[in-house]
């Protein structure tokens, strides 16, 4: 392993720090010049495109040549023992997801552009949004864990006042406000677990924690571990905290919804990652396996099924980004480098294309002036770049061919079953189902928001719509065509990113080592051996897997269908065949292109509706619960 040197002041090493000062720069120069919207944009396209520059200069000293930078405030250097300090460090892993950063934070400016122009309060936006950035690339780079609490509280707040910014438009301040509430119990839960970590162990830096926190163990660390995983988890917006994302994603701006997505998410699992595989090294244990991926197989299904419910075009979208997370977490909670690989793989490729689906959305609204389906529709002929930018979006986040989902979707369903095989449980098995069922529900989603908005018969309201300007297209062009790019070489892919990010999740000594100097003996991951995407023989495994996924769905329906039978009242529209609409209309609504299949399964939908009441109140008992669930499974099982 290579450490990068501290002396030189034009060596590499000092670009993670100077990548966080320019976003928070940034903002700073916005409030100060930022009346004149030349001088805004100049100054917020600078800061971004900068960032992503330095980023991407570092990708071969530390993803090609497996370098780390560990970088103290003040150029000390600490000798040993314990040291109070603040640290940055970033290795193969942080490096990742700060590329995942800084391009959603490129592209999104990209399309403020022209998409914020006629919002007020302009550079109050541009501001929130690079404070919130640099918020999130912080806590990425950040080697200390009382820093990264405080990263989190600023991207928190700088998130919940982006939702509420165009406050005019119904439910944002409401959606702002749940946030803020569910959004300060976890932040207090990862202050918390820090003071706790402090308490017992008398430092805060993460490479020393990572040392210590092994050897010492006892009722404190647990709780504090269940603490921070709940203080993580709201940030990811895993289940049971879904809910809060689609609320956000409804009522902040298409850029916002970018970030919420593709970035704010993302250090959600990232610190989920960090906590489990570094601080703690719990990741060994099958009962911790079992917990990530028990809560990524929920959450994948559970809100795809959610987006099927959907007649908003931004929540629907708002749980398929929760239900992909789901994959991710599912991935790397396998503990297995091809698992990992295909987790993070899957996270990069989630950020590209839900970040173009929300562009799109965004692009609709613009000329629409709403995202309900209902009122939706013929827009292809109005506006066909963006729908072929949609479709793009669609297929790569349905699995289909050659767009990137596919590919890493792929390695994902070889990751479960591999690990099926290698430990004998059948619960992997029935987690590569879960995943091939949720990629077909979601196939099935964006069939009907495409027919929904794209196609059919254009509303008289929509008769106006045009296509939207060409710095809007040319961000969610950059983005469609990275969708292709990623998925048309998943080799290269897996080579220079995901391979090394995901190997630095089992050789945490050399986190230590790269901070601390130190001499510990470092493991080196088991290579990746990965099964080519485009192999006839699993192919066919791949269609006998899918078969049996849609077999099981469909006796599913049938035993509730006979239940119906049995005597239950049923609505008389549902008494025959005619597509859930009025007789009277012959086009099939895209909101009841699935009508059949809700009907069947309607017991469970009612039940999902009845549990999101949308009340702050019930969101905040689901937190505490959620606390409490993982405290008490840590105590019993760690």
């Not at 000329?367 to 669609?394: N, Q, V």
């Not at 986040?397 to 767009?403: C, E, H, K, L, R």
Request: with cysteine.
């Amino acid at each position: 392993m290579k450490y990068i040197d501290l002396l030189n002041f034009l060596n590499p090493v000092h670009f993670p720090i100077i990548a966080i000062m320019l976003y928070f720069l940034g903002a700073f120069l916005i409030v100060l010049f930022g009346r004149n919207r030349i001088v805004r944009n100049c100054i917020a396209f600078l800061a971004t495109g900068l960032t992503l520059t330095l980023l991407i200069l570092l990708v071969k000293p530390i993803l090609i040549d497996g370098g780390i930078i560990p970088y103290w405030m003040g150029n000390r250097v600490p000798a040993g023992g314990y040291a109070i300090g603040i640290a940055l460090e970033v290795d193969a892993l942080s490096l990742f997801f700060g590329l995942l950063v800084a391009t959603a934070v490129f592209v999104a400016i990209l399309y403020s552009f022209s998409y914020m122009s006629e919002d007020d309060n302009e550079p109050q936006y541009y501001t929130l949004f690079l404070m919130l950035a640099g918020g999130v690339l912080g806590m990425v780079f950040s080697g200390d864990l009382f820093n990264m609490f405080i990263m989190v509280e600023i991207l928190t707040f700088a998130a919940v006042a982006l939702t509420a910014f165009r406050n005019r438009v119904t439910g944002a301040l409401e959606a702002a406000f749940k946030y803020l509430v569910v959004g300060c119990i976890g932040s207090t839960c990862i202050l918390a677990g820090t003071i706790l970590l402090y308490q017992q162990t008398h430092t805060l830096n993460l490479a020393q924690l990572a040392y210590v926190i092994p050897r010492v163990g006892g009722t404190n660390v647990t709780v504090a571990f269940a603490l921070l995983f709940i203080g993580f988890c709201t940030k990811a917006f895993i289940v049971p905290f879904h809910p809060l994302a689609a609320d956000a994603h409804g009522a902040a701006p298409a850029p916002v919804s970018v970030m919420i997505s593709g970035v704010l998410t993302k250090s959600g699992i990232y610190g989920i990652i960090r906590l489990s595989f570094f601080l703690f090294q719990t990741m060994n244990l099958g009962t911790m396996q079992f917990w990530l991926v028990f809560l990524g197989s929920v959450s994948m299904f559970v809100c795809v099924t959610m987006a099927l419910a959907q007649h908003d075009f931004k929540r629907l979208l708002a749980f398929h980004s929760i239900s992909q997370i789901g994959y991710v977490l599912t991935a790397v909670g396998l503990a297995t480098t091809l698992g990992a690989s295909a987790g993070l793989y899957h996270a990069m490729n989630h950020t590209l294309f839900k970040g173009l689906l929300f562009l799109t959305a965004g692009a609709v609204l613009h000329e629409t002036g709403t995202t309900d389906l209902g009122k939706l529709g013929g827009l292809s002929k109005k506006m066909p770049w963006t729908t072929a930018l949609f479709l793009i979006g669609a297929a790569s986040i349905s699995g289909i061919p050659p767009f990137n989902g596919f590919a890493s979707k792929w390695l994902i369903y070889q990751a479960s079953y591999e690990k099926a095989v290698e430990t004998g449980n059948i619960g992997f098995a029935l987690v590569t189902i879960c995943a091939l069922v949720t990629s077909t529900l979601t196939l099935a989603s964006f069939v009907k928001v495409t027919q929904s908005v794209f196609f059919g018969q254009l509303p008289k309201e929509c008769e106006n719509a045009k296509e939207v300007s060409w710095g809007m297209r040319l961000a969610m062009s950059i983005l469609a065509i990275l969708c292709l790019v990623t998925g048309l070489f998943p080799n290269a892919v897996q080579k220079l990113l995901t391979i090394p990010a995901g190997s630095a999740l089992f050789n945490p000594n050399a986190y230590i080592n790269g901070m601390w100097q130190s001499h510990l003996p470092e493991t080196a991951a088991p290579a990746v051996q990965t099964v080519g995407v485009w192999n006839p023989t699993n192919w066919l495994i791949l269609l006998m897997i899918a078969l049996l996924s849609i077999c099981i769905v469909a006796i599913a329906s049938k035993y509730d269908a006979v239940r119906e039978n049995k005597g239950e009242k049923v609505a008389l529209k549902y008494s025959l065949f005619y597509g859930g609409e009025e007789t009277e209309f012959s086009q099939v609504g895209g909101g009841d292109l699935f009508w059949g299949f809700k009907q069947n399964w309607r017991h469970y939908f009612s039940f999902m509706h009845n549990l999101h009441s949308g009340i702050v109140n019930d969101y905040s008992l689901w937190a505490v619960v959620a606390l409490a669930l993982a405290m008490v499974y840590a105590l019993i099982v760690l």
